[in-house]
T-cell receptor
Framework: DAKTTQPNSMESNEEEPVHLPCNHS???????IHWYRQLPSQGPEYVIH???SNVNNRMASLAIAEDRKSSTLILHRATLRDAAVYYC??????????????FGAGTRLFVKA | EAQVTQNPRYLITVTGKKLTVTCSQN?????MSWYRQDPGLGLRQIYY???????DKGDVPEGYKVSRKEKRNFPLILESPSPNQTSLYFC???????????FGPGTRLTVL
């Protein structure tokens, strides 16, 4: 199973953009890149996903490298509420036998007021 | 409101006493999963189910059982709990091609 590598922690100032990196050098052609975040004392929540092209939604943007071996989650203006653990995950949606999901340790984002 | 519910939210038990953690979703999702979360290890998948009566092992299935008799429910069974199963457990659901997994609020289990 393809794995992801993320920094253990990052720090940001409130109202500034945050770029959270993820390396996935063994990604396969059918792996989608997903990002989830987990706020304190809550279950993970979906943030964004993509396959090859960059993606935007109301929460964030996802920039995917041309070779797909890395990606970056972009929070355009960090707020205190964005302080959480962010997980980068690969999911093979073609593999209908599973939906086996591997979460890494994630990146803990600290946001300073 | 679309949601995944788990019960109980907190449970303290003793070694060897069988227990069941229930999980229910109201979104008519085919796929459901159980995860455990431990400090420094992140979330690890225990079991998942692709539909009624179809289940498969995740990464850490030892010591756990699941069943999927109805689409909305996916209980996690610990036949003989041990202290190393003390953890925070999450249930999740999604559609087969769904990109978003919906997670429950978690069940904190302590086995003494």
């Amino acid at each position: 199973d393809a794995k992801t590598t993320q920094p253990n922690s990052m720090e940001s100032n409130e109202e500034e953009p945050v770029h959270l990196p993820c390396n996935h050098s063994t990604i396969s052609g059918t792996d989608y890149i997903h990002w989830y975040r987990q706020l304190p004392s809550q279950g993970p929540e979906y943030v964004i996903h993509g396959l090859t092209s960059n993606v935007n939604n109301r929460m964030a943007s996802l920039a995917i490298a041309e070779d797909r071996k890395s990606s970056t989650l972009i929070l355009h203006r960090a707020t205190l509420r964005d302080a959480a653990v962010y997980y980068c995950i690969l999911r093979d949606l073609v593999d209908t036998g599973g939906f086996k999901t591997i979460f890494g340790a994630g990146t803990r984002l600290f946001v300073k007021a | 409101e679309a949601q995944v519910t788990q019960n109980p939210r907190y449970l303290i038990t003793v070694t060897g006493k069988k227990l069941t953690v229930t999980c229910s979703q109201n979104m008519n999702h085919e796929y459901m999963s159980w995860y455990r979360q431990d400090p420094g290890l992140g979330l690890r998948q225990i079991y998942y189910s692709m539909n009624v009566e179809v289940t498969d092992k995740g990464d850490v299935p030892e010591g756990y059982k699941v069943s999927r008799k109805e689409k909305r429910n996916f209980p996690l069974i610990l036949e003989s709990p041990s202290p190393n199963q003390t953890s925070l457990y999450f249930c999740a659901s999604n559609t087969p091609l769904g990109n978003e997994q919906f997670f429950g609020p978690g069940t904190r289990l302590t086995v003494l």
